[in-house]
């Protein structure tokens, strides 16, 4: 069976520190697409996070428009300050923003409900999903992921790299106890029977496919999914159609 996937882990611009620079664009990105049978993807832009998230949603939005493939995730600040631009959710859906992110440990923030309180409360009612980079150790640990959903047990959260080693200690609980989370794929199966045993647990229908490119290869995260001892609806399921769900349920109106 020939799969078709939906990324949702993917990042575009320059990445730069004292070892290596990686660079892609919206265009390179999609001209490798097609050969992988990635039909759509999730992006944001790393100066997102690594320059200021108003000045990186700019260039996000301006990368993704008139490219049919590619949805977008804005990164947000505390409202308070008035930082970031704050659109409509029907402006948002006008251009293809199907998520949020946040990275309090680089923007210097504390991820709670007094900070982000009322906005996460939305996202909540209207199953608006954010996506939480667990790995970086620029945007939240599972600490930070379990006080925010006791707050917001029904948030639609999307965790992606979760992690290699004995994750499922921090990610099944989660499952466990809060119907909207989800866990990305690229990392999880990296250890043996981290796809089907969660699968086996859960269900497919709480993983959703990313590659974690440019920072990792998408052919490796591809063949995980083909090569997983689980049935062939539940490989369609996470390479693509968890996510085409979750973006459907979104309430923009």
Known sequence: MELKFFDVNIWIGKFMNDEREISVSAEQLISKMPCLNIE?????????RDVHPQIGNEKLLKEISNRAQLYGILTILPPQTNEVKIYSFKQLKEKKIVGFNLFPKKHN?????????????ELEQRKFPVFFDIMSGLSVDYRDIYSILKNFPKLTCILCNPGIWNTDRYTWPLLEKFPN?????SLLSLYEGGIEETVKRFGSERIVFGSGFPERYFESSILQIVNSEIENKDKEKIAYKNIEKIIKEIEYE
């Open 181 to 185: 989370v989800y866990l990305e794929s």
């Open 40 to 48: 759509k993807a999730i992006v944001y832009h790393i100066s997102q």
């Open 109 to 121: 923030f504390i991820l709670d409900e007094i900070s982000l309180g009322d906005f996460l409360s």
